[in-house]
């Protein structure tokens, strides 16, 4: 049979081209354990099809690799997009090079209060992991709601910094009102009666949050090695969106080992979805709010501001996807305009 040139290169970038005695290449990946983050586990357990073997490191939050990815120990990281923006202002030689989930994030009171919006967060205590997406998502909220805040008692709200794994025995022991969680913790809260939905804070100047797949620039300029990398996210993307019930049978028993319930999943998963897409608008959005606020390390980067489009690179995703057939993008997450501070 004659082979099209075509199927013939993609095979040399894609093929699983390390043979059965030959060692596979190792990417050193660090992880966070969120329900969103599925297909990202996923990889290493299709790693070997693409001459891969994944060394994957759990982390509490994305701004907790930084160490890792400014001395080179990481190549690959899953992190919300805040994550990558600090890594990127404190000097992380790394590239943002695909988002793989989109949502992931909920303002949850407890439910012995009567909650009709974020405005009744006014004179509350509110839980939320410093450093983490959620505490820009919640600030994001605060603000375009008009409310101030503090760690300290005094502004329209106070905040309580706890790490996630506390967040959610905090607010069922009512020492704060509400928190701002990720998944599937806040579903979780809900489904176990002790908390309630404020709103999910999609609809201010950052919209809805990304989790972004960054990659060192020393991998991103390995382009053969770099392209099988992408061929295995993009795969594992495809079957988790292709095939849900793969998704939910590997998160559920092998992610959290059988500790997250079908109900919890499918909550989880009305406000979280897996993604592709990237585009440097919305990491722009993120950047410019966290500079305005003056929040993050990404502040000392002022005296050289790099905007996104210098550090978000694509291509190697346009040619994974077109590799595996995968035509139409999926829906990037939705990201309002961001306001020009006054």
Avoid at 201 to 215: A, F, S
Wanted: hydrophobic share 45%; glycine share 8%.
């Amino acid at each position: 049979m004659k082979i099209s040139p075509r199927l013939a290169a993609l095979a040399l970038c894609f093929g699983p081209i390390c043979s059965a005695a030959s060692a596979a290449d190792v990417i050193r990946l660090g992880n966070l354990k969120f329900v969103h983050y599925g297909t990202i586990f996923y990889m290493k357990e299709i790693a070997p099809k693409h001459g891969l073997e994944i060394q994957e490191t759990v982390f509490a939050k994305g701004i907790d690799m930084l160490p890792g990815l400014m001395r080179g120990e990481i190549d690959l990281a899953a992190s919300a997009a805040e994550g990558a923006i600090e890594a990127r202002a404190a000097g992380a030689p790394v590239y943002v090079v695909a988002g793989f989930a989109a949502g992931g994030a909920r303002i949850v009171g407890r439910s012995d209060v009567i909650w009709k919006s974020s405005k009744d967060l006014r004179g509350k205590r509110v839980g939320v992991t410093r450093g983490g997406a959620h505490e820009m998502l919640l600030l994001a909220e605060l603000a375009s709601n008009g409310l101030s805040w503090s760690a300290e008692p005094g502004q329209d709200v106070q905040l309580v910094f706890l790490p996630y794994p506390k967040l959610n025995d905090a607010l069922e022991r009512r020492e704060v009102d509400a928190v701002c969680h990720t998944e599937p913790q806040g579903s979780q809260a809900i489904t176990k009666g002790f908390g309630v939905e404020i709103t999910k804070p999609y609809r201010t100047m950052i919209g809805e949050p990304v989790r972004t797949l960054v990659m060192s620039e020393k991998l991103y300029n390995d382009r053969p090695l770099a392209l099988r990398v992408m061929a295995c996210f993009a795969e594992a993307t495809k079957t988790f969106l292709e095939q849900p019930e793969i998704a939910e049978r590997y998160i559920r028993e092998t992610v959290f080992g059988g500790k997250l319930t079908a109900e919890d999943y499918k909550l989880a998963f009305s406000n979280a979805r897996f993604n592709y897409e990237i585009a440097p608008v919305q990491i722009q959005a993120l950047t410019d709010f966290m500079i305005y606020q003056r929040l993050g390390v990404v502040i000392n980067a002022l005296n050289r501001p790099q905007t996104a489009e210098e550090w978000v690179r694509t291509d190697l995703l346009a040619e994974a996807k077109l590799a595996l057939g995968i035509v139409a993008p999926t829906r990037p997450a939705a990201n309002a305009p961001t306001p020009k501070p006054k």
